[in-house]
């Protein structure tokens, strides 16, 4: 509850990950409705859209560049990137997740089964 509570108090939420595969962090993050930027690392590099800015992992250039941009942006930006981050979330369901393994186990049978 305290991460939640502080996630949403937050105007931006960082997750500024060398490595990373699917981080719960994030997750809480976008089903909040926070703006975010987030690194290219793994799955999170796909937890971008609209909903924040992508930086190159490791670049603190580029980190700063997002920072610059989240910064420039209106309240009206501000608006439309939580609402992404809540529509995003509405796609991240178990059902919906277990629909696209069984459509990414189909295809790799597939492609055993017909090389």
Request: no cysteine; glycine share 8%.
């Amino acid at each position: 509850e305290e991460v939640r509570s502080r996630i949403i108090e937050s105007d931006v939420v960082i997750l500024a990950s060398r490595y990373e595969g699917m981080s719960v962090f994030a997750l809480e993050a976008i089903a909040a409705g926070a703006p975010v930027i987030f690194s290219d690392a793994g799955g999170i590099a796909n937890l971008v859209r609209g909903n924040g800015e992508r930086f190159a992992a490791g670049d603190p250039i580029s980190l700063a560049a997002a920072w610059g941009r989240i910064l420039a942006a209106t309240p009206q930006q501000f608006q439309e990137m939580s609402k992404a981050s809540l529509e995003l979330a509405s796609e991240l369901t178990p059902q919906i997740a277990a629909q696209k393994l069984i459509r990414f186990l189909r295809g790799t049978l597939y492609l055993q089964q017909n090389p």
